[in-house]
């Protein structure tokens, strides 16, 4: 593929909701322009971007696939996306190096969950958006409903540039609405040719509502026209794209990426009112303390930004990355400013799908890959020697869903730590934690689907076979009521035996007290040197378990008497008397199970409000406020303990039909109800 100056670049993200078609668009795009003979099908496994195995056989889209492609002098690098919710940091990433987003919509089902989330985070970036209405052939497709939608629910800046002609199996093209003709489509040849009569005073009236919303921008556009003088194609275009560069103007297109009808239309919109990386306000980095902007130079120092990582079985670690400024050459050297390693960018490539196409330079606003980088991960910036800057990584929602795994396979323990690595390089989305008092391994991902594609990456890609089991909830034990317990410890078997004795006194702390030890040993009743093992032995019984087996908490234990022999006392006979003094003490008073609580914080539709309240109070769960939040959201903060929301996301997720999200944090330890004891326990 040739270079192309800055100006002539178009990094657009395809998003919506899952099933709207943004793959088969992708797809017919390729085609349109010559870089693929026919498109392939997402059912039959054949599309260019989804090409993993695991996408093939979920027929859908699990991770961004960057597709590049030329058209009327211009590079668009097409950067397609997962629907399903579970990938929305494959979704962060996109929108991080994108320009512009084009919202696909399917005619049939219209504005959907995937689509208002979407358009949230675009909000959040403030990416410019578009919207291609898709599937006008299908059976019970509605132009003119969907359009209502988007304009109610993303407001007036929503502006139709096309009309549908003919209506599901009779739709074959589109009224432009700038230049008052229209495109005739038979087997993607399209015809240009007049409005059809059947609808040329709908196009009209339609029209001329555009025209007058478009110079409305422009003041002095705005007084010709009143005059009269009706502004050329061209004019309007350029007024439009200066409301689309500033996000407050949608241009809405239709079409049908399955019989390929109007998609050359979409792609001669995107080059001509869609924003360059030089339209673009410029990238925040920081340089040291201070904060600069950088802006798309190609004379500048290089600076780029790795927005995505592939584990590729061929050729092992492969960053995709955008140039912020600058022009990265092959063989370049680049410092990560986070790591501080020097970086030799060998081999450099683009990537239509899983091909890789070599290129010797990436200028500034274009987007390319590289192999073996020794230590960058996604989010990293590397730039040129002697001007160090660092973007902002990826920003992404905790995970809110867990499953316990382990190797299934001593051959497999060997290799889990590894494959665990790279599949988190490759998927920042995905946390692995390692909780030492339950002693398990937690992957934590979006939601069920989320973990059941990373279980099977790490099966087919690295070679690992994983079980799985329920996340255990981390438990504690504290002591009932104040006791004095006595801890004796004496053995003698031939030569020098074991003695020690100590006195102590425990009473429970408040929640979160942690241990306090308080030394009261008078008169020499144990030498100094054996008290901080009495306070080590016991530190080892609290984690070792109470009663009921969990780690023992929130105590004051006060050492207050004891005994030793001259000869049979040590250290670890001391230790030993402070475990069994805690144990007694345990055993005396009786101790009561901690529970973990949560603080949850979830955003839900206002009209939704009251079934998430009752299923919060089915969990056990306090409310703690509820406040009005923007887009007619509510925000619902409550305590919940941990148990009952081990699979919130999901109960959430059906809930709410997908609108609802939340986020969780530890807060505190409470009393587990007696009732709850048995089930806990197993006693």
Same mark, same amino acid.
């Given at each position: ?154 407001? !007036? ?210 987007? !390319? ?315």
């Amino acid at each position: 593929m040739a270079t192309f100056s800055t100006d002539k670049l178009r990094n657009v993200v395809l998003v919506g909701h899952g099933g709207s078609g943004k793959t088969t668009l992708a797809e017919a795009a390729l085609h349109a322009a010559g870089v693929i003979a026919r498109p392939g099908r997402v059912e039959d496994g054949t599309t260019v971007s989804d090409h993993d195995p695991a996408e093939k056989a979920r027929g859908s889209s699990l991770a961004m696939s960057v597709l590049p492609l030329e058209w009327k002098g211009h590079k668009i690098n097409l950067i397609d996306t997962p629907g399903d919710p579970d990938f929305v940091g494959e979704l962060h990433a996109a929108m991080r190096v994108a320009d512009m987003a084009v919202f696909v919509v399917s005619a049939v089902s219209g504005v959907e969950v995937g689509t208002e989330a979407a358009w949230r985070l675009a909000v959040t970036h403030d990416l410019p958006r578009m919207i291609f209405i898709n599937k006008l052939d299908r059976d019970r497709a509605d132009f003119t409903s969907v359009l209502e939608d988007l304009r109610s629910r993303f407001g !007036a800046g929503v502006a139709p540039l096309e009309l549908p002609v003919g209506f599901e199996a009779d739709f074959r093209g589109v009224a432009d609405l700038l230049s008052d003709t229209a495109w005739l489509y038979d087997q993607a040849t399209a015809t240009h040719t007049e409005i059809p009569d059947e609808m040329a005073e709908l196009e009209h009236q339609v029209h001329d509502n555009l025209v007058e919303g478009i110079v409305v921008a422009d003041d002095a556009l705005m007084a010709r026209y009143l005059d009269g003088d009706v502004p050329s194609v061209e004019e309007l275009e350029h007024t439009m794209a200066v409301g689309v560069d500033d996000a407050t103007v949608f241009p809405v297109v239709c079409g049908s990426a399955l019989k390929e009808i109007a998609v050359d239309r979409l792609l001669d919109f995107i080059c001509e009112i869609g924003p360059s990386p030089l339209d673009r306000p410029p990238v925040e980095v920081r340089a040291g303390d201070i904060s600069v902007g950088v802006r798309p130079d190609v004379d500048a120092p290089a600076v780029a930004f790795v927005f995505k990582t592939v584990a590729d079985q061929f050729v092992g670690h492969v960053s995709l990355f955008k140039v912020i400024s600058g022009t990265v050459r092959s063989d370049d050297h680049l410092i990560n400013n986070r790591s501080g390693s020097d970086e030799r960018m060998h081999g450099l490539f683009t990537l239509t799908g899983a091909e890789h196409r070599a290129t010797g330079s990436v200028v500034a606003g274009d987007i !390319a890959a590289v192999a073996k980088l020794n230590a960058t991960g996604t989010g990293d910036t590397l730039s040129t020697r002697g001007h160090p800057v660092s973007a902002p990584g990826i920003e992404l929602a905790p995970p809110a869903l867990g499953i316990g795994i382990k190797a299934r396979t001593p051959a497999d323990e060997d290799k889990l730590a590894d494959a665990l690595h790279r599949l988190l390089d490759e998927d920042p989305g995905l946390t692995v934690i390692r909780a030492a008092d339950t002693r398990q391994t937690v992957l934590r991902g979006a939601g069920e689907t989320h973990l059941s594609v990373a279980l099977e990456r790490l099966e087919s890609r690295f070679g690992v076979h994983i079980d799985t089991e329920p996340v255990r909830i981390g438990y504690r034990e504290t002591i009932s009521a104040q006791t004095e317990a006595e801890g004796r410890h004496k053995k003698q078997s031939g030569g020098h035996g074991q003695y020690g004795v100590c006195t102590v006194t425990v009473r429970p702390l408040e929640r979160g007290g942690g241990f306090r030890f308080v030394d009261r040993i008078v008169g020499g009743a144990i030498s100094r040197g054996y008290v901080p093992a009495v306070e080590k032995g016991i530190e080892e019984a609290m984690a070792s378990g109470g009663l009921h087996g969990f780690p023992v908490v929130d105590i004051e234990v006060e050492l207050t008497d004891g005994k030793e022999h001259s000869v049979d006392s040590s250290e670890m006979a001391f230790k030993t008397a402070g475990r069994l003094a805690l144990r007694s003490a345990l055993e005396q008073a009786g101790s009561v199970v901690l529970e973990p609580v949560e603080q949850i914080t979830v955003l839900v539709p206002s009209e939704m409000q009251g079934d998430v309240l009752g299923d919060l109070n089915a969990r056990r769960g306090r409310v703690q406020s509820t406040d009005p939040a923007a887009d007619g959201f509510q925000e619902i903060v409550a305590l919940v303990p941990a148990a009952e929301t081990v699979r919130y996301a999901v109960d959430l997720r059906s809930l709410t039909g997908g609108r609802g999200r939340f986020t969780a944090t530890h807060h505190h330890y409470d009393l587990l109800p007696a009732n709850l004891l048995a089930s806990v326990t197993g006693s």
